[in-house]
Structure formats: structure tokens, C-alpha cells
């Protein structure tokens, strides 16, 4: 097509393609689907497979070939003497049609078939990797190892998680491959297993920072290390890993070989990206180096649950949209790519289409260099290749047998990824931006839509649409506001990447430029942060939804009504818009309205307990979107839509009773989007790691930090209260955290609530001898200290005799909170007892013979 164009460059309307070609979607899909089967069967199964195939194939072959040769010899019967001479009266030249040549459907099935007995084989041999050797054995005995491996991936770091009280360690983890294994009092054996090794990497005051630092982060893919190890079982049998490898990280890693010049160029690349983000925001830092390497190590726990409630985690992973954007900057949007008219650099320089595509094959190249050979770039690097072919063609209908092509390939190469449901997001989202997304951009021209509105929409919407059945199988819940976060953040992705990268290329020669450079690309950073935590805080924002086939089913069900109902509403422009703002208001849920149509909150309530799972996280009421928080639970995203549920938009003050992860984890979404004028927390700081990260979280935000002691007397409105514990110094030292919890108590508009943290019988006891003992009767309302644990001091429940008890606690939790006892006695004092684990977030109002507990 490019020599017949008459221009370097190409020609100025390319040829209409006909119909997409759907021929290698077949095979392509049955590579898949075999894989997947065959790749944890045994030997005996997976031979099978491969030799009922092939024979299969080939008889489907020579009963094609037989039709074929009959069909031939019955045609050249038919015809006459002139036409088998050579002859023709059809006119040459241009009148002269020529026939496209259709493949036989014998060819068709038997190219089926032959392509399963090549993805069984395939997935044969690697699932014989994980079972041969010794280290399957030695994983069943819990052996103690000393194995050199060689490092597949790049090292990264667990995810830091609420285990109760505490928050469970950090850790390093990356693929390996074991090349030698030596037990305890045992002879080497040579091997080569993939298996997945395990470094605990707590640092003696938990500091993020500190962890970023350890060397077992530094580590280089191909560099291979001698570790001290216990080896155990994988956690399930469908894992592409033999074992896993249990290292102490006390220990630095120790280098048997360096790795490869390749890896090593990388390294200095991403190294001197991280180097030039370090002195951005927290937020920029962390995410600029996601969106162009996919390093996630500094993204902070609360920022990521908001991208997983919002649908924006695939920018936080290397995908094909990285690719597309940097090979967007170079050929011009793709639309005009096979024309005179096309931009970019290539245009710009005067490049042929040809070598323009063979330079965006270098480029891709680089791109799987710098972000590592893994499977997963791979994938990003085949599927964010597709418009290239295109390019080199010119022709739009190769871009679905590429990305066929491109499936069929990797799954043979990895058969792994055919059960990875990142593949499968990913595979299905290039799909819909091939299929559906033109189409249904069409469709919103026609409506008047504008050209470049119509194309984001419709690129959000399909891949949306397609990927939402297998989303909701990872998280059971359905995000409302995923179409319109994927939207907005999409017009900062492309400068962010491109700036990115630059950053990335100009840190090795020129620091100060790619400082600039990654101060230039905060800019749009922050933008795609602000979009994913401001979603995330929407209470109407996602919807629960079974994780599971069935609940995969339904969904796609729903996607499908959905889609047929939209195009018949797109002819009603004032329907649309109606249905638009209902929808806007499901997601927002204003409080004024939402408490005429649910009764949430209800009016005039004066302290809230919301239902933040195993945790704590209390909200006193002072007035026009004020209120006083007191702890903030386990789970920054739970608590920051309770307090949204609730309109708080002002906090006063943040009382942290005491340094629980179950208390204090959740402060960055009670921070979020919120005026806060200071914290208050108890002068014990235990656990360390705890104190330190509700520090680091005031100091980032510049909030002061204050301690609270018994005596102190604070008012805001017509909110009153007082502290009761801790005592001030000299005070004895607390048998531990709880026992230091600051307890308040509260005056609300006539209403008296005693807040106790989670204090123990021993600081129980000492509360009831204290000097503020005497003002502990007569409460309306009591939070029951520690989850209503059953360690609770009877005389001081007594003393207290509350009318309403309030427990916050998870359902079904390991502890068996609340106590069955705690329970009996607080009903047997006339208190009514009411759990967030039964009737969900909890407000109380009313005074006197007024008073209610309403749960939502």
C-alpha cells in the first residue's frame, strides 16, 4: 500500500478495510483455555492431551487435503476448453476483480486443534519444573536450606496490614530461581525451580523510609545470592512457584554474581528516577515512578485502596497504555497514522511509515529493558505493540489478529499467564479499545458529542465494561465511580507519563534537569491522586457484589442491559441528563437528602460510632460540619466514608486513645479532604513503629501534636468534655497500650458519654479510685472499653450504669468480641446493648426519655 501511495510518507486516505479478520481469535483462545486446564495436570493427562491433538489435527488436515483435491479435479471437469487453455474474455486490469482466498474450515478446526497440543505440551513441560528436583521434598519437611538463587524480579515490598493491634511487618519479596540447594547436614544438588523467596525486612522503629533502604531492595534482576533459608510448601497448589524461601533480613543479602550489563543499565535508570522524585510531596513521590516502571514501593497503603475502590490500579502496573503514550508522542495519534496528515516525531522528521514502525519497535524494546523482561511487561510490551503492526501494514483490520497473535505467542511462551487475571484485564482492555471503544465513539459524535469527549468516554466506558465481570471476582464490589475517575484522571496520565520518562532518561546525564522535569510531572501526579482518593470517599462510590463465577455472570448480565438501555437513552437529551444527576446523587449522597430518603444520619445526633470492622472509630458532633473524631480505626477508606456520610468537613480535634493499629491505621482517611486543627493522643507510645506513623502523618500535613493528660477541660460549641485518664507525670507505667488510653468524658446538649478507650481492669480499677471518680455515674452513654473484651471491671460497669452501651467490633473476629459475659452484665445493670457488627455505623440523639440509637 506504501509504494502505491506515491509518498514517503504515505498516502492521504488510505484504503477502507474491510471486516475485522477473526481467524486467529480461535486458535488464540484455545491456547488459552488449554493452558489454563492442562498446566497443573500430571504428565500422564497432559501427554494424553497432546497425543489425541495432534492426531486429531493431522487426520482434520488430510480429510481437508481430500476435499480440497476433489473439489479441484470436479471444477476443472466443469470448466471449458478456453479456461483451461489459460484463456479469458474477462477484461484485464483494473475491470478485473481478484478473489480473496478463503481458508477452508478443515484448515480452520485442524489449525484448533494442532494449537491445543502445542499449549498442552507447553504447559506440560512447565508444570514438570515446579515437581522435579529436590526442592518440592525439602518444602514438605520445612527444611533449613542454604540455596543460591538466581533473581527473576524486581524486589518489592509487602503490603503492611492491620493483624489485630499491631500491624503485621513488612517484608521483601521477589521471584527466584533455585540453581543450588544445600540442606542442613546435607550434600549440594543442583536444580533450577522457580520458587518465591520471603525477607522479613522490619526495621527496629518501622520507619518507611528506613525499609525503602534495606539491600535486599536494591537487588538487580539475574543477580544471584547465597541465603540461609527455610523452605515451605506454596500456599496452593495452582502457584507457578515450586516452594517459598523464609529469609531473616537481619542478615545483608550476600552476591555470588553481579547482574547482567542489561539489568545493570536499568538499574541506574530507575535508581536515578527514584533519586529524582525524593524531593516531591508524598503523593507524587510515590506514584510518578508506578506510572512510568510500575515501582510501587512508596505507595503508601491508604492511597492504593483508594485506587482499588476507584478501578485506577492499572496505572500504578506497567500496561500497554504506558507504551502507548510514549509511542503516541513519536508517531502522532493513531487515527492519522497512515496518513500525509500524521504528526509526531517521526512525521516531524521526515520518517517513511516502515522505519517509523521499525523505530517503534526499538523503542518497545527499550521500554521491556527498563521495566524488566517479566511476564507482565511482556504482556504490556505485546499488547501496547498492536498499533505498530497497523503502521507497518497500514492496515486497521490487523490490529485484533495482532493482538491474537500476541496472546497465542505469550501464552505458549508463559502458559502461567493464562491463569492471571492481570493478563486477563489486560488482554480484555486492549480488546475493547480495538472493538467496542470506536464504535460507541461514533455513536456519541452522532450525538453531537465533541470528537475527543466522545473518544475518552467511550474508551473508559468499554474497557470498563469488559473488565468489571472479572474486577468484581477480585475485590466483591462493583465501583459506581470507576467510569468517571478513569475519565478525569486520564487527561493527566499522558503528561504525567511523558514527563516521566523524560525524568527518567535525563537522570543519569543531567539531575537537575530531571528534577525539573519530575517537578513538572507532581503537577498532573497529584491531579490522578486527588481523582482516586476523592472517589474512594464517595459513600455511594462501589456497591458489594458476589466475588465469584456466578456473581461474574450476573454482572456481565447487568453490563449487557445496562449497554442496550443507554443507547436507547441516548435519543432523550433531557432524560439523560436526568438520569445523570440521579446517578450523581446515588454516588454523593448529600447528607440533607440522604437523611430524607434513609433516615442516615439522624437529625440532631450527637456521637457516632462507625462500623470500621475490628477497630475504633468514635465522632462527637459540634455543629455545621464540625466534629470532634476520637480514634480512627483499622481502615482509612471505611472511616473517611463514615465521616463523609456524616457531612464532616471540620475537625477541631483527632483524639487517638492509644497507638493500636486498630485505632490509629485509619487517621489518613480521617484527614482526607478535611480542615483538622489538631491531634491529641496519649503520652504512651507503644507500639513505636505505631507513634511513629501517626508523627509522620501530622508532620506531613502540618498538624500539631499534642498529649493528653487527666484533668484538661476543652469546649467547642455546645461540646464539652474532659479528660479522665491517662494521670498526669509522674504516673505509673501502664501494663501496656491499653491501659493507656485516654478516656473521656462528654457533654453533648444534656447528654453525658464515657469514652474508655480501650482501658483493661487494671486501669479500670485505678480510674475508680481516682480523683475523677466521683463524676462517673448517672451516663447516658457508654463506649464499652477494648471491643467489650471480657476483661472489664465489674465495679466499675456498676458505677457507671449507663442506659445505652455502644460496642464497636468486627463481625465474625478472631477474639470473640464481644464476651457473652461483658454482654450479660451490662444488660443485667439495664443498659441496652447495640453492636456495630450487627446494625452497621451507630448515632445516637435525643436526651432524657428521648434518647435513640439508630443503626444504619
Not at 727 to 742: F, H, M, Q
Not at 812 to 825: E, I, K, L
Amino acid at each position: 500500500m506504501h509504494a502505491a501511495s506515491g509518498g514517503r510518507l504515505g498516502a492521504s486516505h488510505p484504503r477502507t478495510e474491510g471486516p475485522a479478520d477473526l481467524r486467529l481469535v480461535g486458535p488464540a483462545a484455545a491456547v488459552w483455555l488449554t493452558a489454563a486446564v492442562t498446566v497443573g495436570l500430571s504428565p500422564g493427562w497432559v501427554t494424553g492431551v497432546v497425543a489425541v491433538s495432534l492426531v486429531a489435527g493431522c487426520a482434520v488436515l488430510a480429510v481437508g487435503r481430500r476435499d480440497t483435491i476433489k473439489e479441484r479435479r470436479e471444477d476443472g471437469a466443469t470448466r471449458r476448453p478456453d479456461e483451461r487453455a489459460g484463456r479469458s474474455d474477462a477484461p484485464a486490469g483494473r475491470g478485473r476483480a481478484v478473489a480473496r482466498p478463503e481458508s477452508s474450515p478443515w484448515v480452520a478446526v485442524a489449525a484448533v486443534l494442532l494449537c491445543v497440543g502445542a499449549a498442552a505440551a507447553s504447559a506440560g513441560l512447565h508444570g514438570a519444573d515446579l515437581r522435579r528436583g529436590p526442592v518440592p521434598a525439602l518444602a514438605k519437611r520445612y527444611a533449613d536450606v542454604i540455596a543460591e538463587v538466581e533473581i527473576t524480579s524486581d524486589p518489592r515490598l509487602t503490603r503492611p496490614r492491620v493483624s489485630g493491634d499491631r500491624v503485621v511487618p513488612t517484608g521483601v519479596v521477589f521471584d527466584a530461581r533455585v540453581t543450588r540447594v544445600t540442606p542442613v547436614g546435607g550434600e549440594a544438588l543442583a536444580t533450577r525451580t522457580p520458587v518465591l523467596v520471603v525477607v522479613d525486612a522490619r526495621t527496629r522503629r518501622g520507619s518507611p523510609r528506613a525499609v525503602e533502604r534495606s539491600p535486599w531492595l536494591s537487588l538487580l534482576p539475574s543477580t544471584r545470592l547465597r541465603v540461609a533459608a527455610r523452605i515451605v510448601p506454596a500456599l496452593s497448589d495452582g502457584d507457578d512457584i515450586a516452594a517459598v524461601l523464609r529469609v531473616r533480613g537481619s542478615v545483608p543479602p550476600e552476591v555470588v554474581a553481579g547482574p547482567s550489563g542489561p539489568q545493570r543499565f536499568a538499574g541506574r535508570l530507575r535508581e536515578g528516577l527514584r533519586e529524582a522524585t525524593d524531593g516531591l510531596d508524598t503523593d507524587a513521590r510515590a506514584l510518578l515512578p508506578g506510572l512510568v516502571v510500575g515501582d510501587t514501593s512508596r505507595v503508601p497503603p491508604e492511597l492504593d485502596d483508594a485506587f482499588k475502590a476507584t478501578d485506577l490500579t492499572h496505572l500504578l502496573a506497567v500496561s500497554g497504555g504506558n507504551l502507548v503514550i510514549i509511542l503516541a508522542l513519536f508517531i502522532g495519534p493513531p487515527g492519522l497514522a497512515q496518513r500525509v496528515e500524521r504528526r509526531g516525531l517521526a512525521a516531524w522528521l521526515g520518517l517513511p511509515l516502515r522505519a517509523t514502525a521499525m523505530l517503534g519497535g526499538a523503542i518497545t524494546l527499550a521500554f521491556v529493558i527498563v521495566c524488566r523482561p517479566d511476564p507482565s511487561v511482556l504482556r504490556a510490551a505485546a499488547c501496547g505493540s498492536v498499533a505498530l503492526l497497523a503502521i507497518a501494514t497500514g492496515r486497521r483490520r490487523s490490529l485484533i489478529p495482532a493482538l491474537a497473535t500476541a496472546v497465542l505467542l505469550l501464552v505458549l511462551y508463559d502458559p502461567w499467564l493464562s491463569r492471571s487475571y492481570g493478563f486477563l484485564l489486560s488482554v480484555l482492555a486492549t480488546g475493547a479499545l480495538l472493538t467496542l471503544a470506536p464504535r460507541w465513539s461514533r455513536a456519541l459524535q452522532r450525538r453531537r458529542v465533541p470528537p475527543r469527549l466522545a473518544e475518552a468516554l467511550a474508551a473508559a466506558a468499554a474497557a470498563q465494561a469488559l473488565c468489571a465481570p472479572v474486577v468484581v471476582m477480585l475485590s466483591a464490589r462493583v465501583s459506581l465511580v470507576a467510569v468517571p475517575c478513569n475519565l478525569l484522571a486520564e487527561f493527566a496520565v499522558a503528561p504525567a507519563t511523558v514527563l516521566g520518562f523524560g525524568t527518567l532518561a535525563a537522570a543519569p546525564v543531567a539531575m537537575p534537569v530531571a528534577k525539573a522535569l519530575a517537578w513538572c510531572a507532581s503537577w498532573p501526579v497529584r491531579w490522578v491522586a486527588d481523582i482516586g482518593r476523592t472517589g474512594a470517599a464517595q459513600p455511594g462510590g462501589g456497591v458489594d457484589w458476589p466475588g465469584s463465577w456466578t456473581g461474574a455472570l450476573l454482572l456481565a448480565l447487568v453490563v449487557v442491559v445496562v449497554v442496550v438501555a443507554g443507547r436507547r437513552l441516548l435519543r432523550h437529551p433531557l432524560l439523560s441528563a436526568v438520569c445523570a444527576v440521579l446517578f450523581l446523587l446515588v454516588v454523593v449522597e448529600p447528607p440533607p437528602l440522604t437523611r430524607v430518603i434513609t433516615g442516615w444520619p439522624p437529625a440532631g445526633w450527637r456521637f457516632a460510632l462507625c462500623d470500621v470492622g475490628q477497630g475504633d472509630a468514635g465522632v462527637l458532633a459540634a455543629g455545621d460540619g464540625s466534629a470532634v473524631v476520637v480514634d480512627a480505626g483499622p481502615d482509612p477508606v471505611l472511616v473517611d466514608r463514615c465521616l463523609s456520610t456524616l457531612g464532616v468537613t471540620r475537625i477541631p480535634l483527632v483524639v487517638l486513645t492509644h497507638f493500636h493499629a486498630d485505632h490509629v491505621a485509619g487517621l489518613p482517611g480521617v484527614l482526607h479532604g478535611r480542615s483538622v486543627g489538631a491531634i491529641e493522643t496519649t503520652g504512651f507510645e507503644e507500639p513505636p513503629e505505631q507513634a511513629e506513623f501517626v508523627r509522620r502523618e501530622a508532620d506531613a500535613r502540618h498538624i500539631p501534636l499534642t498529649r493528653a493528660v487527666a484533668g484538661e477541660r476543652r469546649r467547642t460549641g455546645d461540646l464539652d468534655w474532659r479528660v479522665l485518664w491517662p494521670p498526669p507525670d509522674p504516673a505509673p507505667v501502664p501494663d501496656g497500650p491499653n491501659d493507656a488510653s485516654v478516656t473521656l468524658l462528654v457533654r453533648s446538649a444534656g447528654l453525658r458519654l464515657l469514652l474508655l478507650g480501650d482501658l483493661e481492669p487494671p486501669a479500670q480499677r485505678a480510674l475508680s479510685r481516682s480523683p475523677e471518680a466521683g463524676e462517673l455515674g448517672g451516663v447516658d452513654v457508654l463506649k464499652v472499653a477494648h471491643h467489650g473484651s471480657a476483661y472489664q471491671d465489674p465495679e466499675l460497669m456498676r458505677r457507671v450504669a449507663p442506659r445505652l452501651a455502644l460496642i464497636s467490633v468486627g463481625g465474625d473476629n478472631r477474639y470473640g468480641h464481644p464476651a457473652p459475659s461483658t454482654v450479660a452484665a451490662l444488660r443485667a445493670g439495664g443498659a441496652v446493648v447495640v453492636r456495630t457488627d450487627e446494625e452497621g455505623a451507630l448515632a445516637v440523639s435525643g436526651v432524657g426519655d428521648g434518647l435513640s440509637v439508630a443503626g444504619q
